[in-house]
């Protein structure tokens, strides 16, 4: 069963930089895509940006500019950058899958999700 | 971007009765790229429905999904205590991938 854990710094000020890594086990990694999803609170769910195991990316244009997704395969993670937060950006952030390659083709599926992790931005 | 609104917002039911959950699309969604969630307080979404009628790994048969092109739904057909909780509709038919404002099934 593929597992997600999460973590990076929670309180952050105005202005600073937002950075998640988040840690993929019992799967193959490279069979699958990968996303970032914020929930800000009391909110619904909004689209960060995806990539894959080669890195190749694919951002929400409402973020692009302050946001970067990598990857590192040797450790089977990947990591999220928003810079310049603001309190706009407080939210639940969740790591997940996005798509898998399964019978020869590449499909969508949301199907495995990180715990969250609660990112406040505030003076 | 393709915005999905659900309804109703809040659907008050009982146990053992029939939900029925909308979700209409501003674009019609290439090959029923849709999913269908289930949250609950403090938990991340869980996928219940993929591809529109598609059910996860492990999600009771009660649970089904259906619609195409801008109207998709999401049917419990018998309540247990345990599926009130807030739903949200995705799509993935095209970037960015966009949710629902979600409903919240509650009970009666």
């Known amino acids: 069963q593929v597992q997600l854990q999460h973590w990076g710094a929670g309180l952050l000020n105005p202005s600073e930089t937002l950075s998640l890594t988040c840690e993929v086990s019992?799967?193959?990694?490279?069979?699958?895509?990968w996303t970032w999803i914020r929930q800000p609170p009391g909110k619904g769910l909004e689209w960060i940006g995806e990539?894959?195991?080669?890195?190749?990316?694919n951002y929400n244009p409402s973020l692009k500019s302050r946001v970067t997704i990598s990857v590192d395969t040797s450790k089977n993670q990947f990591s999220l950058k928003l810079t310049s937060v603001t309190a706009a950006d407080t939210a639940v952030y969740y790591c997940?899958?996005?798509?898998?390659?399964?019978?020869?083709?590449?499909?969508?599926?949301?199907?495995?999700w990180g715990q969250g992790t609660q990112v406040t931005v505030s003076s | 971007e393709i915005v999905l609104t659900q309804s109703p917002a809040t659907l008050s039911l009982s146990p053992g009765e029939r939900a029925t959950l909308s979700c209409g699309a501003s674009?019609?969604?290439?090959?029923?790229?849709l999913a269908w969630y289930q949250q609950k307080p403090g938990l991340a979404p869980r996928l219940l429905i993929y591809?529109?009628?598609s059910r996860a790994t492990g999600i009771p048969d009660r649970f089904s999904g259906s619609g195409s092109g801008t109207d998709f739904t999401l049917t419990i057909s018998r309540l247990e205590p345990e599926d009130f909780a807030v739903y949200y509709c995705?799509?993935?038919?095209?970037?960015?991938?966009?949710f629902g404002q979600g409903t919240k099934l509650e009970i009666k």
């Open positions: 997940a899958s996005a798509r898998r390659y399964t019978d020869g083709e590449w499909n969508y599926f949301f199907g495995y």
């Open positions: 019992g799967g193959s990694f490279s069979a699958y895509y």
């Open positions: 990539i894959n195991h080669s890195g190749a990316t």
């Open positions: 674009q019609s969604i290439s090959s029923s790229y």
């Open positions: 591809d529109a009628s």
């Open positions: 995705q799509q993935y038919g095209r970037s960015p991938y966009t």
